[in-house]
């Protein structure tokens, strides 16, 4: 079993895509489950599903496959889910709201703490019981009501900046919808979302 | 050279990113780059630029880099955006009125020709100037007023039923925010979004 420091990226990235898997099969009763049944569901080979599996030190038992709920603790755990973080959503157009709404029903994982607008008509309103304050307090109050993550929704130019004052606040990790990658420092972490570029791969794929 | 179809699917992947950079710097007035330099502002390796170019015959001058319009010009091209693609939204939750605001205004190449949904208050609205219409009307009105892609940001239960009115109405692509892997015959081509996927990578790296 290799640490779980060593895991690669790339099988990081799959872990969500298990758990939503194996959270369905929950849901309809199922408890247990083969690589071959989970790679006819989730589409990556058995192989490739044994191997990312290994990474944390198997769980699977030969001939009896994989117990679902017990995998899905370890994955959730693995994934840090079973601790709550709070969530500060910056920018209040229909993608933070999305956001701000889907966060807080999606999982117990994540609550969203504060919410941020620069627009007056907004500020002041409510979205899932939080109000939105002015985009001019968030260093104020963000140091005294500290977030683990911080969601930037806010148009492209204004971006870099309210992520200089999440990192001064203390967030661990940045959601970035605006179409700009971000610099911070090597201990923030900054998964920079291009919506976008999955449209333009359509088109590649509906041309050839 | 490659023939096209041979081109990766992460070659494909990057491209977008590739055109993001691109057209940051055209609009900086930047007339050409060294793959060194797009390195820098793209966090991918120069020679995996390189690679990745050499995969549409180069582009690049030995010594001068690659001009900046023309590589613009050529990614474009390969992406298939010098074309329009018609975009049929179906779902008026936050995500989809985020997309269809977001479609029209950030590329010419994909229109919102129709939106549906299934509440009896959104539809007759209008969104970027186009009516909602009732979803139980979408299998009519699409065989006679055909869209490239189906965009889905319908409830997880509701999204397969509405994928199969979309490939009956002969949609090539679909881009589906369900959190569900949709079953799509292989002409059509589906890209499932799972947004919450980057949230859950984000905790995992906060811990670890």
Same mark, same amino acid.
């Given at each position: 079993?290799? #640490?779980?420091?060593?895991?690669?990226?790339?099988?990081?990235?799959?872990?969500?895509?298990?758990l939503r898997?194996l959270e369905d099969?929950s849901?309809?009763?199922?408890?247990?489950?083969?690589?071959?049944?989970?790679?006819?569901?989730?589409?990556?080979?058995?192989?490739?599903?044994?191997?990312?599996?290994?990474?944390?030190?198997?769980?699977?038992?030969?001939?009896?496959?994989?117990?679902?709920?017990?995998?899905t603790?370890?994955?959730?755990?693995?994934?840090?889910?079973?601790?709550?973080?709070?969530?500060?959503?910056?920018?209040?157009?229909?993608?933070?709201?999305?956001?701000?709404?889907?966060?807080?029903?999606?999982?117990?994982?994540?609550?969203?703490?504060?919410?941020?607008?620069?627009?007056?008509?907004?500020?002041?309103?409510?979205?899932?019981?939080?109000?939105?304050?002015?985009?001019?307090?968030?260093?104020?109050?963000?140091?005294?009501?500290?977030?683990?993550?911080?969601?930037?929704?806010?148009?492209?130019?204004?971006?870099?900046?309210?992520?200089?004052?999440?990192?001064?606040?203390?967030?661990? #990790?940045?959601?970035?919808?605006?179409?700009?990658?971000?610099?911070?420092?090597?201990?923030?972490?900054?998964?920079?979302?291009?919506?976008?570029? #999955?449209?333009?791969?359509?088109?590649?794929?509906?041309?050839?």
């Amino acid at each position: 079993m290799k #640490g779980i420091n060593d895991i690669s990226v790339a099988v990081i990235r799959r872990l969500p895509h298990y758990l939503r898997a194996l959270e369905d099969l929950s849901a309809r009763g199922v408890e247990r489950i083969s690589s071959s049944e989970l790679s006819e569901i989730i589409g990556y080979t058995a192989s490739q599903i044994r191997q990312d599996f290994n990474h944390f030190g198997g769980f699977g038992l030969q001939g009896y496959g994989y117990n679902v709920t017990h995998l899905t603790m370890e994955i959730r755990t693995i994934l840090g889910l079973n601790r709550e973080y709070k969530i500060c959503v910056v920018g209040c157009g229909h993608i933070g709201y999305a956001v701000a709404n889907f966060s807080n029903f999606y999982e117990d994982s994540f609550v969203v703490s504060s919410i941020f607008d620069a627009d007056p008509t907004i500020v002041g309103t409510e979205i899932v019981g939080v109000k939105v304050q002015d985009a001019t307090h968030m260093l104020e109050y963000l140091k005294t009501h500290p977030v683990d993550i911080g969601v930037i929704t806010v148009p492209k130019d204004a971006a870099q900046n309210v992520a200089d004052i999440l990192v001064e606040c203390g967030v661990k #990790g940045i959601w970035n919808f605006a179409p700009i990658n971000l610099q911070v420092p090597p201990n923030v972490i900054a998964n920079n979302v291009h919506l976008f570029d #999955g449209l333009q791969s359509l088109a590649y794929y509906i041309n050839h």
